[in-house]
């Protein structure tokens, strides 16, 4: 492929519809690695394959009108959203109680309070993203290549161009924010 990533997402960003195809494919194999990755996470109870989440965020995603890359860590962060949303869908229908669903989303080892989040609990965790989205997008992207897609510090740090010890105080930062969060959201409920 002659083009680079850079010129694909700026294509893309002018509107381009056959860039941004051809910027899934040029990341087609990294993505299908962090959707394995997350997937595996989760446990042998998830029937979702990585490809088949690939491809369906694909189709979220291509079928989206006005959605912009000005850079790759915005194209990574949107299809971590975008996957992120499909695993909350999938996690949904598998926990209606016609079908007895049981499905828990794990994260990273944190050594605390985040690891492990109950399938009635996805709701409030994507609400509280969604919140910390509004109030801090940076911190919302942290988690979702950090929680979502697998990153480690290092690897978010290079995608947006700052240190590794700045990603670890964001992703301590939206950690405590989304805590805050979903305790308030218990203590209402």
């Keep these: ?6 010129d694909l997402v700026a294509s893309t960003d002018g509107g381009d519809p056959a ?7 040029a990341l087609y194999r990294e993505l299908h690695q962090l959707a394995r990755r997350e997937l595996a996470r989760r446990g042998g109870d998830l029937s979702l394959g990585a490809t088949t989440l690939l491809h369906e965020a694909y189709l979220d995603m291509s079928g989206r009108e006005g959605a912009a890359f000005p850079d790759r860590p915005r194209f990574m962060g949107y299809a971590a959203r975008v996957m992120r949303s499909l695993i909350v869908d999938h996690a949904r229908r598998r926990q209606a109680t016609k079908r007895g669903g049981a499905f828990e989303i794990t994260a990273l080892e944190t050594g605390d309070d985040i690891a492990l989040v109950p399938a009635a609990g996805l709701d409030d965790l994507s609400a509280a993203l969604d919140h910390l989205e509004a109030v801090d997008a940076r911190l919302a992207l942290v988690v979702d290549l950090k929680f979502f897609c697998g990153f480690s510090f290092v690897e978010i740090a290079a995608m947006q161009g700052v240190t590794d010890r700045t990603v ?22």
Excluded: C, S, V
């Design 1 to 6: 492929m002659d083009r680079t990533i850079a």
């Design 19 to 25: 860039a941004a195809a051809a910027l899934f494919a």
């Design 168 to 189: 670890q105080r964001d992703w301590e930062k939206a950690r405590l924010f989304l805590l805050q969060a979903l305790r308030r959201d218990e203590l209402a409920g």
